[in-house]
Every structure is written in C-alpha cells, then in structure tokens.
C-alpha cells in the first residue's frame, strides 16, 4: 500500500522558494556566529607585543638582581664591581627604575587593555616618566663619574652619553606633548623613549652571536654591538609610529584626557 492510502494524505513536500528560505536563515545564522566570534576576538587585549617586551628585557633584569644581590650580601670586590661598591646608590637606582620602566612600559603597548582602564594608564604614565627620568640619568651619571671598566672606551662613553640624552629629551618632548593634548607627539616620543630604555635586552642578543663566533669583544666592536641594539630598537620603534596617521590620532585627541594615550 502506499503512503496515500495508509495515512489518507498526500505526501508532504517543500517547495523550492521554502527550502531556498532555510538555507538563506542557516547561512544568515553562520555569518551572525562568525560575526560575533571575530568581534569577541578583537575585543582581547593584544598581549603578544607586551609579552615579547616583558622577554626582551628579562635578560638585564636577571643581570641587574645579580648585582643587587651583589651588593647586598657582600660579594668578593673585584676589578669588574668595585666601583659599583665605591659608589652603590647610582647603580641601585639604575637597576630598579629601568626594571619598573621596562615592564610597566610593555602593558602600554595593550590598547584593548588601556581603553578599559584609563584611570590605570595615566597612573602609569606618571610612574613611567619619573622612572624613565632616573633611569636615564643614573645611567648618564656611571657613564660619566665610575672608573670604565675593560673594553669600554671613548667611543662607547660617546655613545652612551649621545642616546642617554636622547632617552631623556625624548621623555620630556613627550611630556611636553601631551600638555599640549597632542596624542600623536606624545605617543611616538614616548614610544622613542621606551625602545632607548629597553636597548639593554636587545644588546645582549646582538653581543651573542660575537661571543658565540669570535669570544669577547675589543672596544671597536663592543661599542659597535652596543650602538646597534638601540639603533634597532629605534628602527622597530619608528616604524610603529608610522603605521597611524598623525591626523587620525590628532582627531581623538579631544576624547582623551591629559596623561593618557588614545586606543589605538
């Protein structure tokens, strides 16, 4: 018997404009999830950046706790650290305002994270600024006044001493700027700023390969090493600067209050 004659009805069918509806509606209902999974995506806060800069800088700070530890318990002096004993207060410094400049500079480079905290970022604006300041003029003051210790010469001293005022100058223009709510300004010299402070990380990775390949370097070539970690961190640093339009950043500055950046 067929279908008919069992139920007393007609097959149901549907019709092409009903099934072409379905799958409109399904097809809408894909879209709409994606949709919204790529917006919640863009939504997180971009860690990748802060993450890798919090890295770079992990070396020196190890370096830094070595010394503290140093100067706390009393090591052996030696050639290598004795002016560090001599004269401890620059060096404690030095050590402690670069660690807090280095790794609460990296949570600035988490837009989404700042947007949500305004309040946070001009706090830590504030505690950057001075620490940048003290790093870079603690860092000025060794260059000038401890004994140099071997391998560093005139050319380093130079080259200390011209991107050590560059660091500060660089932190007063972006002060400097953002009195003046000029976002773009204070963003790219404070950015400037940053990548001079952390140059330490990135001069560890390019003494490595010569350590690796020739053993440790003569003055010429310390000093060399030593200038290409800041000009590379300089590059990086200018070329972030120049992904945003100083226009666009100059427009949001009037929804941004003084001592914050705009999200980017």
Do not use: K
């Not at 970022?121 to 000025?140: F, I, P, Q, T």
């Not at 991107?163 to 963003?187: E, T, W």
């Not at 060399?224 to 990086?236: P, Q, R, S």
């Amino acid at each position: 018997m067929t279908d008919e004659s069992s139920t007393g009805r007609p097959p149901s069918t549907q019709s092409p404009r009903s099934s072409r509806s379905t799958d409109d509606r399904n097809t809408a209902e894909t879209f709409a999830v994606r949709g919204h999974n790529v917006a919640a995506a863009s939504r997180r806060p971009g860690w990748l950046l802060p993450t890798a800069l919090i890295a770079l800088s992990a070396v020196p700070m190890i370096a830094g706790a070595v010394r503290l530890t140093e100067l706390t318990v009393g090591a052996e002096i030696t050639p290598g650290n004795a002016r560090f004993f001599a004269a401890p207060l620059p060096v404690v410094l030095h050590i402690f305002s670069v660690s807090v400049y280095s790794v609460l500079g990296a949570f600035q480079f988490a837009p989404r994270f700042r947007g949500r905290r305004p309040g946070w970022h001009r706090v830590a604006g504030r505690v950057l600024v001075l620490c940048g300041l003290v790093a870079a003029l603690s860092g000025l003051w060794m260059n000038l006044f401890y004994p140099r210790p071997v391998g560093d010469g005139d050319l380093l001293a130079g080259i200390r001493l011209v991107f050590g005022s560059a660091m500060v100058v660089a932190i007063v223009l972006g002060v400097a700027a953002i009195r003046r709510r000029d976002i773009a300004r204070h963003r790219a010299w404070m950015m400037r700023g940053y990548a001079i402070g952390l140059g330490a990380g990135t001069q560890a990775l390019t003494h490595l390969p010569w350590f690796l390949i020739f053993g440790t370097p003569d003055e010429f070539p310390r000093a060399l090493l030593v200038a290409a970690g800041w000009v590379i961190n300089l590059t990086v640093a200018e070329w972030f600067i120049r992904r945003r339009p100083i226009g666009r950043s100059r427009v949001l500055a009037g929804r941004t209050s003084v001592g914050g950046l705009a999200d980017r």
